[in-house]
């Protein structure tokens, strides 16, 4: 393509090198390959069920980490916006109908005391038409009281993040998402020193706001758990992204200007990388409950910690010992068969390989971020799922793919996705250092050929939008993976407002 003047200004602007674009060009161009799948990760094979004994070797590691010092940070990423979570409720106000004909409307009516906005919203229709949500129900005013919740009128729901809804009721209050995850960090992300580092990864429209929020609250929640808040926060940058192409390859544009889109949230790889801390738990935004729901939460979380850490352990001693010769043959073997056994890397060649290459395989797999993903069993919640899959190099490993690079069209791919059994929840502990305490350069360890097309419309014009290889899909494809089952009880997400009424959110 032929880049103007005005392009290369807004590429500066933007910190996108020219052949960035021509990369992401071609990419929109071309397509994205599908992955060769071995089988889906099942329990056995390449998923962890845990046991008693695992369990409590797992939490000693946690508390032992923290008491010796260890640095924990939690990260959510939180910039999603509300809009989706009230599609329903958008529908019904911009619809002819004037009272609800589904059942998801008629439920969300019927139950509408037991969302944790009530009292809020309650106040709010008594204040602008003088009477409350209930006299409204009874007049049949089921309009006026839906956009109360999501207009600027009101609530604004509709058009503020999820961080900042209020999902659950406390004593007699409410609280926000945002603030349930400053509560949960506070149960096992607590370091020794009682502080608590929490990461949010915010829209820049609504950082103001967030960052109101979170000073109102951390010091009550501070007394109330014992700990002090150190609370950080940065937005997707600009350099991540993505330009979006017509339907027949060529850059889209809106007055002359290429036209540029967030690159979904892969690109949070970028702010992953910018942060400092033996481990990073990461967790999405609306999948938190209510102190009272919590445990099970809690619990595994300091699980899944703990498993990180010993495993984080191990690859560190091996790592010290490859780094300094090579090792003799009986411990080459230990190593080989802990890749193989537990972190699940397979068809590795080393049987034809000398002690010498051997060895520098093994460095080149072990010296890698890791990561210890919870997988839920699979009951009808969307979501990616966990497979064994075949990298560039011949090897087998475990990654986490979306059903999008998958050929539904390959008929051994389709029967295989038929007998998978657990799907991704977004829970997981990464250590991002190596075993000299330094930070690895994450992007490096992003496999580029695993991003996305989608078609979107952008007013009234078809377009192609370029997504980047997912946060946990291929932005992580090429660190050491480790997969354990956690129950269901512990990811409650809340997709759409009626979401809430689940007995978790209660």
């Known amino acids: 393509m032929k880049i103007e003047e005005k392009d290369l200004e807004l ?8 052949e960035k674009l021509e990369e992401q060009l071609k990419m929109l161009s071309e397509g994205f390959p599908f992955l060769r799948l071995e089988a889906p990760a099942t329990i056995g094979k390449g998923i962890t069920e845990v046991t008693p004994e695992m369990e409590a070797t797992a939490a000693k590691c946690w508390e032992d980490f923290l008491n010796a010092g ?34 998801f409307m008629k439920k969300f009516f019927d139950e509408i005391q037991n969302f944790a906005f009530y009292p809020k919203l309650n106040f709010l229709c008594v204040s602008l038409y003088g009477k409350s949500v209930e006299s409204l129900i009874k007049e049949k005013k089921y309009k006026e009281i839906a956009e109360v919740l999501i207009e600027q009128i009101g609530l604004n729901y509709g058009h503020l993040p999820k961080a900042l809804l209020y999902f659950h009721k406390t004593y007699g209050a409410a609280r926000t998402a945002i603030e349930e995850h400053l509560a949960e960090g506070a149960q096992y992300a607590a370091g020794k020193k009682r502080k608590v580092k929490v990461h949010f990864t915010v829209s820049p429209e609504h950082l103001p706001l967030v960052e109101m929020k979170v000073e109102e609250v951390k010091g009550f929640l501070g007394n109330l758990y014992d700990v002090e808040y150190d609370v950080t926060y940065s937005i997707q940058k ?9 339907l027949d390859g060529t850059p889209y544009r809106e007055d002359g200007k290429l036209f540029f889109r967030p690159g979904g949230h892969g690109a949070l790889i970028e702010n992953l990388n910018d942060l400092d801390a033996d481990v990073i738990f990461i967790k999405n935004i609306d999948n938190v409950v209510p102190d009272a729901q919590r445990d099970s939460t809690v619990r595994y979380k300091k699980i899944l910690g703990g498993i990180l850490v010993a495993t984080k352990q191990k690859i560190d001693e091996y790592c010290r010992l490859l ?7 009986e411990k080459m073997e230990e190593i080989i068969k802990f890749l193989r056994n537990v972190l699940c890397i397979t068809n590795d060649a080393t049987d034809s390989m000398s002690s010498e290459e051997k060895a520098k395989y093994a460095f080149s797999k072990l010296n890698r971020p890791v990561r210890v993903c919870g997988m839920v069993k699979n009951e009808g919640e969307p979501g990616g799922g966990p497979w064994l899959v075949y990298n560039s190099d011949g090897t087998v490993s475990p990654q986490i793919l979306e059903s999008t690079q998958i050929d539904m069209n390959d008929k051994h791919s389709s029967e295989m996705l038929k007998t998978s059994t657990h799907f991704n929840p977004v829970d997981l502990a990464v250590a991002t250092k190596n075993f000299k305490g330094e930070k690895f350069n994450l992007p490096e360890y992003v496999d580029k050929a695993t991003g996305f097309i989608s078609e979107k419309s952008r007013e009234g014009v078809e377009i192609k939008a370029l997504e980047l290889p997912g946060l946990w899909n291929g932005a992580m ?7 354990v089952e956690v129950p269901a009880d512990t990811f409650n997400p809340v997709k759409t407002v009626n979401d809430l009424l689940r007995p978790a959110h209660q």
Do not use: C, H, Q, Y
């Open 11 to 18: 590429l500066a602007e933007k910190g996108i090198s020219e």
């Open 323 to 329: 780094d300094k010769d090579t090792p003799s043959e």
């Open 70 to 103: 260890g640095t924990v940070m939690k990260m959510v990423p939180a910039s999603g916006a509300a809009s989706r979570m009230f599609k329903d409720i958008f529908s019904f106000v911009s619809g002819k109908k004037d009272k609800p004909d589904n059942d």
């Open 477 to 483: 494809s090429n660190w050491n993976t480790i997969f």
């Open 238 to 246: 600009p350099s991540t992204d993505t330009v979006a192409a017509n």
